[in-house]
Nanobody
Framework: QVRLVESGGGLVQAGGSLRLSCAAS????????MGWFRQAPGLEREFVAA????????RYADSVKGRFTISRDDAKKTVYLQMNSLKPEDTAVYYC????????????????WGQGTQVTVSS
C-alpha cells in the first residue's frame, strides 16, 4: 500500500506562485508514475501533470503548459508541482496520485491517491 501526502496549498493572488509537494511512503517499480490532478467545485477531477520515477515524461495538461513544472526528488521520495503565473481558474483541490506502467491522463487509471490540498487563486 502506497501512502501519499500532499502539502503546500494555500491562498495566492493571480500571477503568483505556489509549490505543492507529494511525499510517498515508498517508491517502488510497481508504482512508478506520479501524477497531479485537480478538482474544482462542481467539476470533474482533471489531469494536471505526471512524471515517472525513472525520469520518463513529464506530461502536462494543455491548460498548465508553460506555467506548471512537475519534478521529483528520488532520495526524498517526493514529487513537486511548481505553479507559476497562477490564474483564478487554477483554484481547486489538488491531488497526488500513483500508478504503475506508463503515464496516463485518466483518473480511473491511478491506484493510489492523497487526501488533497486546497489551492485558491484570488483575482
Amino acid at each position: 500500500q502506497v501512502r501519499l501526502v500532499e502539502s503546500g496549498g494555500g491562498l495566492v493572488q493571480a500571477g503568483g506562485s505556489l509549490r505543492l509537494s507529494c511525499a510517498a511512503s515508498e517508491r517502488t517499480f510497481s508504482n512508478n508514475v506520479m501524477g497531479w490532478f485537480r478538482q474544482a467545485p462542481g467539476l470533474e477531477r482533471e489531469f494536471v501533470a505526471a512524471i515517472k520515477w525513472s525520469g520518463g515524461g513529464p506530461r502536462y495538461a494543455d491548460s498548465v503548459k508553460g506555467r506548471f513544472t512537475i519534478s521529483r526528488d528520488d532520495a526524498k521520495k517526493t514529487v513537486y508541482l511548481q505553479m507559476n503565473s497562477l490564474k483564478p481558474e487554477d483554484t481547486a483541490v489538488y491531488y497526488c496520485a500513483a500508478r504503475s506502467g506508463i503515464i496516463m491522463v485518466g483518473k480511473a487509471e491511478y491506484d493510489y491517491w492523497g487526501q488533497g490540498t486546497q489551492v485558491t487563486v484570488s483575482s
